[in-house]
């Protein structure tokens, strides 16, 4: 779905086109109610008609509007008009991480600053209980004035006590309406077959103490021999 300049969302007005994706299209916009600059991202044609999408989204957009951390860009509602719906997001202006890195390697007064904020987004995130899932370079801006903002929790995973497998909003992460075919092209390729860390006594902790402790003596009988004799 291309919108043109000029064409109107309830009181928000289409500026400029800002980049598109496996997530929708994301627009510079004018509210002209509050007269400020905001983002706008419009849900896919593709899920325009699916009511379980649309729920889904909208949920996302609720467990976004949960999390106020200076470090993580704001949600500021969702837009329904004329059979189009968007979620209205903090506008960040500057260059994305990725932009940033491709200019040359980052001295350390720089790349600590920017570390740290990051650092304080997600810990907001997982105070929440949010796992952000996707993030890299391209979803981390950088304002000029230095300040970091942590985007596209699209992917989030809300953890739940009693349903550990729940998305953001209960959703299933694959069918995410945000969900980009990379990131499901490499999802479905990942899935290495991790070991759990040791236990002992249900402690990993003591497990892991344990590994100054003198080793145990090899086993006295003869090993079998696969051959028949």
Request: hydrophobic share 40%.
């Amino acid at each position: 779905m291309s919108l043109a300049t000029g064409t109107k969302l309830g009181s928000y007005e289409i500026l400029a086109p800002l980049g598109a994706g496996g997530m929708g299209e994301v627009y510079r916009a004018r509210d002209t109610k509050l007269k400020r600059d905001v983002a706008l991202k419009v849900i896919p044609d593709s899920f325009a008609a699916d009511t379980d999408r649309l729920a889904r989204f909208t949920r996302e957009a609720q467990t976004l509007a949960s999390l106020n951390h200076p470090n993580i860009a704001h949600i500021h509602g969702l837009e329904e008009s004329g059979g189009v719906t968007a979620i209205v997001m903090e506008l960040v202006e500057g260059d994305d991480l990725s932009q940033r890195i491709a200019r040359g390697a980052m001295p350390l007064d720089e790349a600590l600053p920017i570390a740290k904020q990051i650092a304080d987004a997600l810990e907001a995130a997982h105070e929440h209980r949010i796992i952000h899932r996707d993030l890299k370079p391209a979803n981390i801006k950088v304002r000029p004035d230095g300040t970091v903002k942590v985007l596209d929790f699209g992917l989030a995973k809300a953890l739940d006590a009693n349903a550990s497998g729940a998305t953001a909003g209960g959703a299933d992460a694959m069918n995410s309406p945000t969900l980009t075919n990379r990131a499901s092209r490499w999802k479905a390729h990942s899935r290495w077959p991790f070991r759990r860390p040791p236990r002992w006594r249900g402690r990993p902790h003591a497990a892991l103490g344990s590994r100054g402790s003198s080793p145990r003596p090899p086993c006295s009988r003869p090993p079998r021999s696969p051959f028949p004799r």
